[in-house]
């Protein structure tokens, strides 16, 4: 199995809130694994690849306004 090639976004400097992912899961094995960036040891959440993808679409179309 290929190992989960974490990244964090570009946008994180806000001093660690941050989560890290690893796409590069995404095509082969058709999950994108997500973790904490605080806590890189702690738990991972294995997301299917398509929910991931419709997710990053929504935060792109601003589609999670707060209320």
Same mark, same amino acid.
């Given at each position: 199995? #290929? $190992? @989960?090639?974490f990244?964090?976004?570009?946008? %994180?400097?806000?001093?660690g $809130?941050? =989560?890290? !992912?690893? &796409?590069?899961?995404a !095509?082969?094995?058709g =999950? *994108? @694994? !997500? +973790?904490?960036?605080?806590? @890189? +040891?702690?738990? *991972?959440?294995?997301? @299917?690849?398509?929910?991931?993808? %419709?997710? /990053? &679409?929504? /935060?792109? &179309? $601003?589609?999670? +306004? #707060?209320?």
């Amino acid at each position: 199995m #290929t $190992d @989960p090639q974490f990244f964090k976004s570009s946008y %994180s400097s806000n001093g660690g $809130d941050c =989560i890290e !992912v690893a &796409a590069n899961l995404a !095509v082969s094995h058709g =999950i *994108v @694994p !997500v +973790r904490d960036s605080k806590n @890189p +040891r702690g738990p *991972v959440l294995d997301l @299917p690849a398509n929910a991931f993808a %419709s997710f /990053v &679409a929504g /935060v792109k &179309a $601003d589609g999670f +306004r #707060t209320l």
